[in-house]
Structures are given as C-alpha cells and as structure tokens.
C-alpha cells in the first residue's frame, strides 16, 4: 500500500482559496507572505479577496495555485508520500515535496512560467477545447489530419482521463477540430475560456525563457519518485527532471497514463493537495478501486 500526493494545475482557483488556512495556521500564514515578499505584490489579498476575472490571469493563478497547494501540502497530517505527480503547473509542486526545488526557488520559476506563458498567448491567436468520449487514437489522427492539410496548429495536449483529451493550438485549427471531432462522433467539442494554447508548440517562446530560468536555480536529489507529465513514469534523476519540465511547456500532459503508472507501481491511496477537487475526479474516472481525497 502505497501513498500519492498530487497536485493541481491551473483552472482549480476559486475567490477565498487558502484565506483559512491563513486566518488559523501560523506556518501557512507565515508561507503566504513568504510568497508576496518574493513576487513582489500581495497575492494574498487577490486570491483571499479578487474577483474571478482578477484570479484568471495567468501571471496570477499560476503563482495562487502554487502557494494554495504548498500550503495545503505543509500541514498534511502524513506529508511523506511514496510518490508525486502534478497536473501541468502542478508539477512544480510536486518538485517542493519530494525536495528536488526549495519553495521560494519554485514559486520563482512558477513566476517566470507564468509571465512567459502570457506573453507567448499574445504574439498569435490561439486556444483550446475539450474533446469528450472521442477514443485517443482518434482525436490523435484528426489532429494529424488537420495540420497535414491546412499548416494550422493542433495537438492533443492534456490527457485528462479516458474520454477527456484537450487538444490546443491556432484559434482556426482548433476551430477546424471541434468540428471534425462531433462529425467522428464526439459526445462534446467545446473551446474552453482559457488564454491560449498550452502545451502546444505555440509555447516555444515560453519554453526558452523557462529553460534559462530552470538552467539558473539549484535542483536535489528527490526523495521520492515523481511521475511527469511528459514521460509517465517515475523520474528519480534531477537533470532528467529539469529536462522533462522543460519540454512540458510545449508538450502533452499525460495525467491518465501517469496516473496509470503510479497505481501499477503499488499506489493504493492518493491526496490531492491545493485548491479544487479535479483531480480527484479525473483520478476516479481512470481507476474506481483506489482511494481518493483530498486536503484544500
């Protein structure tokens, strides 16, 4: 029996994440400042207090997604996982607990991630949409299609669970897609509200400016396995580690296949830590006999 912690990405944020924690823990409220100190703004009072439009901005729920979830992670009861795994910015998270990134050296990438991605969102048009009950293998091929045809961009980019992939890319081949995808048989293709294409190779400008950063602070040695979003295995070497969390700027988020591997390597019991549920949920979906919950 084995324990997993993961960790979510962005999309999980909500007004008022972490405000109790703040208001009754002495350790987290002392984290949270901790975190404004470093970013140079007070993040707190936007995720305590912002509205919902505030909270969307990448270069803000990227870094309150973070901070949420160490926070969370911190005052776990049984905080030693055998292993980790976080969905897309989740990762850095999962980097904290198994020691490989101090948290002010994370939540500094996190920043640098975070403002990189925004401006790659402006130098072109782009999206994603959601594929529901379309088999992979097919998405994968219409995808295919679609660039080989018209040059657009399109990609699966976050395989979220059986019957949920993501695909991301330029707005017109993505509007190409969700077409294609209901015509092939899908139950739902809908363009989600989201900035632009993430993990795709639109983010390549991003992917740079990350790698810099990354090349510049200190990685450990981890205590545990973590299981990465573009290999889907457990990753133990901290330049594999480096290298895995560069490519995930432009490439795909295999959370099924990751989630996968963890249960087929003894993981009976997974927690996830920081805002929101989805990942409980997508964690269900891909496997109903393993325990789920979660500390927010």
Known sequence: MKQAVVFPGQGSQFTGMGKEHYDNNAFAKKLF??????????????????TADELKETKVTQPAVFLHSIVAYKVMENNRPDMVAGHSLGEFSALVANNVLA????????????????????????????????ADEKVEEICRAIQEETGEIVVPANYNCPGQLVISGTTGGIEIAVERMKA?????????????????????????????????????????????????????????????????????????????????????????????????????????????????
């Open 33 to 50: 400042e901790q975190g404004n100190e470093i970013l140079g703004f007070r993040l707190s009072d936007i995720m305590f207090t912002g």
């Open 103 to 134: 948290f002010e050296d994370a939540l500094q990438l996190v920043a640098v991630r975070a403002n990189a991605m925004q401006k790659a969102c402006e130098l072109q048009p782009s999206t994603m949409a959601a594929v529901l009950n379309l």
């Open 184 to 296: 092939a048989g899908a139950k739902r293709a809908l363009v989600l509200p989201v900035g632009g294409a993430f993990h795709s190779p639109l983010m390549e400008p991003a992917r740079k400016e990350l790698q810099d950063a990354i090349e510049k602070t200190a990685f450990h040695q981890p205590v545990c396995p973590i299981y990465q979003n573009v290999v889907a295995r457990p990753v133990m070497d901290k330049e594999e580690i480096k290298e895995n969390l560069i490519a995930q700027l432009t490439g795909a988020v295999k959370w099924t296949q990751s989630i996968q591997a963890m249960i087929a390597n003894g993981a009976t019991r997974f927690t996830e830590a920081g805002p929101g549920k989805v990942l409980q949920g997508l964690i269900q979906k891909i496997n109903k006999e393993v325990a789920v919950n979660g500390v927010s």
